[in-house]
């Protein structure tokens, strides 16, 4: 399907996507009755209490949730029965539709807008539950009423909110995903005209289409919706209409799907450039039958005959392994008998060459592209504009010297974080008060999050949520992580240029258990230097370093606490130490690690790119001039040159989620899930960029532009 910046061209949307941009929303909150959006014209959102009558009941809007696919989701009740449901608001815009091209379409909207069962049985096979489907007679609106699944959980929000499956969650993903296209392709089905046809493609098979259903925090459901049928109905004339699916290529998008999800993405590292599941080096290195199973769902191997086949050969595939290197794809036994051995190490050799310096214009150098931008377009703008603010005192914890509680305490915008976010909306009588409480270790429980279940906190603020149980929510407001850092000065010989600028999560591991006491046991270039472990003494760090890099091995904890039993303090001291070790002319073996609003705004040491086993390495820290990750030659006491590249940090192995958790229990006021909301707009997230936390999106140009300025 094309892109929205190529939908809608009549309309001069600042945002080139009048579909994904806030305005139309801001204009209906503004104006009551507002039909179009005030800056370009698109038709503006639907008011709440907007009523719409369909031949099963009337319906009445609650809130608006946002854009799925190519229409606008809101949350309803039927009024008769007062049960909730979710209506998808389609357009045909008079500016992209004219009027015959949208009396047609409409007129197939209400035949082709929903299915069930021919014969009228009511069986799960994982499709959203279409009540009716509604054409507005004199307006430019089509409306599909559904029923039973939350409409937010589509698989890309899990992605970000998540990040990659298992590749067990790939595989149950997999058999419930083939299971409901072998029920689309074989069953007879009735649309809402009553014609019954035998099978049907879904034909728009993506992230966006299938929700997922989270169960205990572990167990889940995945849901198909938004079939091509008529979905496709509401693509504007002027972009080349869809051809009919066929029931392969649902096969293959769900085969892509797969891989986005192990992968843990959908783009490389340069903006609009998709992951090619050809690229070897893209694949987890585990699960080879896995691997191999995809590779004929997207049909890079020999594709299956139906779904019905590919679920029956999904059923009988051995357990996860780790891939075998000897084990040869049948394109690389291809190569090897078109090529001797000496000429095909030539050949890969010049490939890899070329390839670096591809990878340097690609990956290295970043440019701005607009469709990066959408999930930032369809933000609320501020505090002001989130609804239904309840009213009361909260009070919500942390742990102590936490990241939350020191960035609290941080300048920003001539106050402090805390204080702007104690009365964050100005118009409701709600006020958020920070207490940190102090565990007595970060294993369970957590005080912050015991804090909560116990009811003496309203919510907590946290990244440490893996145990948390399934009567507590939680809502990632932004990212955290670790840098770590070794000795910077101009000099050849430091340890930032001597290693390259980077270091492996492995070489961390043996420096942190002990098995690591000499730089020369890495690589016999490095100085003849003794390695001088440090750390922070913020224990949501240490808990975090200790979970990422020493996978929360008993006995390399106890090897960990050993080695920097000396050597644990604030990381500004550790800064000091490399300083004054440098200032007196020593070449400093200091390596140590910290969160990033206390490691990322300094310049005495450099902080390392993270490579995950064979994976390239990883720097987060961009430059602001040429869009490039920072190298040793770059001089970082200039702050403000450079940045946390947001797209890139998500695939930062030393990278995590920072999260609000607070209770479900609908029967005490929901604080939390409002303070999230509220981190969550465009202010909320400059806000914390600006203390150093990693916004959840990508934001137009740096925090010092429009994007933040642009907010109150």
């Known amino acids: 399907m094309p892109s929205f910046e190529s939908f809608y061209k009549q309309y001069p949307c600042s945002y080139n996507s009048p579909l994904s941009c806030d305005r139309p929303f801001q204009t209906a909150q503004q104006i009551k009755g507002a039909k179009f959006c005030l800056e370009c014209g698109f038709p503006a959102t639907l008011p709440q209490e907007a009523e719409i009558k369909g031949s099963q009941g009337t319906y009445q809007i609650v809130s608006y949730i946002g854009v799925r696919g190519l229409g606008r989701l809101y949350s309803a ?4 029965d007062k049960q909730p449901v979710i209506i998808k608001e389609y357009l045909l815009p008079n500016r992209s539709f004219n009027e015959s091209e949208t009396l047609k379409r409409k007129e197939t909207f209400k035949r082709v807008g929903g299915i069930s069962l021919a014969d009228s049985r009511i069986q799960n096979f994982r499709l959203v539950e279409t009540k009716e489907a509604i054409a507005d007679e004199k307006g430019e609106h089509c409306y599909l009423i559904s029923t039973g699944i939350e409409s937010s959980q589509t698989l890309a929000k899990y992605l970000i909110e998540r990040g990659a499956m298992t590749s067990p969650e790939v595989r149950e993903v997999l058999n419930q995903g083939l299971q409901t296209l072998q029920f689309l392709h074989t069953q007879k089905l009735r649309f809402p005209s009553n014609q019954i046809q035998l099978g049907i493609t879904h034909g728009n098979i993506n992230l966006d289409s299938i929700l997922i259903k989270i169960e205990n925090n572990q167990n889940f459901s995945i849901y198909f919706c938004d079939l091509a049928i008529w979905e496709n109905l509401f693509i504007p004339p002027i972009i080349p209409q869809p051809t009919a699916a066929r029931p392969e290529q649902d096969l293959e998008s769900l085969g892509l ?9 959908t783009t490389n590292f340069s903006p609009n450039q998709p992951l090619d599941p050809r690229d070897n080096q893209q694949w987890p290195d585990i699960d080879r039958h896995l691997k191999q199973f995809i590779y004929r769902l997207i049909g890079l191997e020999t594709p299956f005959e139906s779904a019905e086949a590919a679920r029956q050969a999904l059923l ?37 060459l070329l390839g670096g310096g591809i990878w340097y214009w690609l990956w290295g150098k970043k440019t701005d592209s607009p469709n990066q931008y959408i999930l930032w377009s369809r933000l609320v703008r501020n505090f002001s504009e989130v609804p239904n603010v309840p009213s009361g ?27 702007l976010l104690t009365t964050p909306k100005s118009d409701a009588t709600a006020t958020f008060n920070y207490e940190s409480v102090l565990s007595a270790n970060l294993n369970n429980p957590i005080k912050s999050i015991e804090e909560v279940q116990t009811s003496k906190k309203d919510f907590a603020i946290t990244s440490l949520v893996d145990n948390i149980t399934d009567k507590l929510a939680k809502k990632p407001i932004a990212y955290d992580g670790l840098l ?17 600028g980077q270091i492996s999560l492995e070489q961390l ?10 730089w020369q046991q890495i690589n016999t270039k490095l100085p ?34 050993a080695t920097v039993k000396n050597t644990k303090i604030d990381t500004t001291k550790t800064q000091n130490q490399i300083r004054s070790e440098t200032l007196e002319g020593r070449t400093t073996g200091i390596i140590s690690f910290g969160i990033i609003s206390k490691t990322s705004s300094q310049c005495t040491g450099y902080p390392l790119a993270i490579a995950d086993g064979k994976k390239s390495a990883i720097q987060p820290l961009f430059q602001r001039g040429d869009r490039r990750s920072i190298n040793p030659s770059d001089d970082l006491c200039q702050h403000d040159n450079y940045y946390v590249d947001v797209t890139t940090f998500q695939s930062y192995p030393l990278g995590y989620p920072l999260y609000v958790v607070y209770p479900k229990d609908s029967t005490r006021l929901q604080g939390g899930s409002t303070f999230a909301q509220m981190l969550t707009t465009r ?3 400059c806000l914390l960029t600006k203390v150093g936390l990693v916004a959840l999106q990508p934001m137009p140009d740096d925090i010092n532009s429009y994007a933040c300025k642009s907010v109150p």
Request: hydrophobic letters at 40%.
């Open 484 to 500: 770590v850092f070794v000795a910077f000065n101009k000099r050849d010989s430091n340890l930032a240029n001597a290693l390259g």
């Open 393 to 419: 005192k909260f009070t919500y914890t942390g742990e102590k010297d936490s990241t939350w509680s020191y960035v609290l305490t941080q300048p920003v915008d001539n106050s402090r974080l805390v204080d």
């Open 683 to 685: 202010q909320g997230q």
């Open 509 to 518: 591991r043996q420096i942190y258990t002990g098995k690591i006491t000499n």
């Open 257 to 265: 799907v797969a891989f986005y999800l192990w992968v843990g993405r």
């Open 77 to 80: 009740i039927q009024l008769k």
């Open 316 to 352: 009988e595939l051995p357990k996860e392994d780790r891939v075998n290197s000897s084990v040869d794809s049948p394109d690389s036994q291809k190569i090897q008998k078109r090529f001797p051995m000496p000429l095909l190490l030539l050949i890969i050799l010049a490939l890899l």
């Open 528 to 561: 003849n230097l003794t390695v001088k472990p440090f750390a922070p003494t913020e224990p949501e760090a240490i808990s975090k370093f200790q979970e990422i890099v020493l996978k929360n091995a008993p006995q390399d904890e106890a090897l960990f606490e």
